[in-house]
């Protein structure tokens, strides 16, 4: 017989790469979680790790096991998410992904307002770029994803929450650097620099590049906004940013200049996203409300996409 401890252990082996980091992270004995392995391997009649070897590697017959495994574990803790919000919506744990260009512009405002409507939530935040986000909804280790929704997120649910416009940030003495307004065409021929591959506000940005005849500079990519915004300041080259990132960032460097877009200006949706499956939606909707920004179009009341 299988039982769901003896899932959870070969969900962390996998994750941790060895039998005593799984038994450290699962707060068991290591004799006592290879006991519970094996009897698994007996019972299925297969062997699920190639032993003696750091990290443990996973046969072929253990990553069909784990396939399973970890969608047995994912509908388990569903089932325990509807049994918390029959009684009390919004309460217990609830796993949030977010993307790096969203997380520190958003949650600061958006965190204090959650913890005093639902203080019997337990939030724990997940950064990450989407598509790891969206692999880790699928495996049923996040609940919820707080990203753009261009971006290719596979079949789940989604919730758009608010539009977040593009800004051209170029240094001062720019020639463009005292427009009002900038039309994507003005940035033909402009060198810009972008994040590095991964990040969705890569693609979003590339393509309004490719539209405007800009090209990209192939020898610098950025791991984050905090590097970009400087390398701008400085005279590197141009970039767009997120209307959500430069109202924390633009007073970081006085040799930025930050102007919009005329219409119909680039942009992004800012929303969550989860799996189809999961027994929270009207929940997850309400909680939406609370990370409205006003740097861009609130649009909470729409329908959740199914």
């Not at 620099?193 to 991964?198: H, P, R, S, V, Y």
């Not at 999961?278 to 179009?297: K, V």
């Amino acid at each position: 017989m299988t039982t769901i401890r003896q899932l959870e252990y070969i969900a962390a082996i996998e994750d941790h790469g060895t039998f005593q980091a799984a038994a450290d992270a699962c707060h068991v004995t290591q004799p006592g979680l290879s006991t519970q392995v094996r009897q698994l391997e007996d019972f299925l009649e297969v062997q699920l790790f190639e032993r003696g070897r750091k990290p443990m590697l996973v046969t072929a017959a253990g990553r069909e096991v784990l396939g399973h495994a970890r969608q047995v574990l994912s509908a388990v803790e569903a089932l325990h998410e509807a049994a918390r919000g029959v009684n009390q919506p919004l309460a217990g744990r609830l796993r949030l992904g977010v993307i790096p260009t969203v997380a520190p512009f958003l949650l600061p405002a958006a965190l204090p307002a959650v913890r005093r409507a639902f203080p019997a939530l337990r939030l724990e935040l997940h950064e990450a770029q989407t598509d790891q986000l969206v692999k880790s909804l699928e495996r049923g280790d996040l609940d919820l994803l707080l990203l753009a929704l261009e971006a290719p997120l596979g079949d789940v649910a989604t919730l758009p929450l608010f539009e977040d416009a593009f800004l051209l940030a170029v240094p001062r003495g720019h020639r463009l650097a005292e427009r009002k307004r900038v039309r994507e065409s003005d940035l033909a021929g402009e060198a810009v620099l972008l994040l590095e591959d991964g990040h969705c506000l890569r693609s979003q940005a590339l393509s309004v590049c490719s539209r405007a005849g800009a090209s990209e500079m192939g020898d610098f990519r950025a791991s984050s906004l905090s590097t970009l915004i400087p390398m701008v300041a400085g005279g590197a080259g141009v970039t767009l940013l997120p209307a959500l990132a430069t109202r924390v960032s633009a007073g970081l460097d006085r040799d930025l200049c930050l102007v919009p877009f005329a219409k119909p200006q680039p942009k992004r949706m800012i929303g969550f996203a989860w799996r189809k499956t999961s027994p929270r939606m009207r929940e997850l909707s309400e909680l939406g409300q609370l990370f409205l920004t006003p740097s861009g179009t609130p649009a909470a009341r729409r329908k959740a996409k199914r």
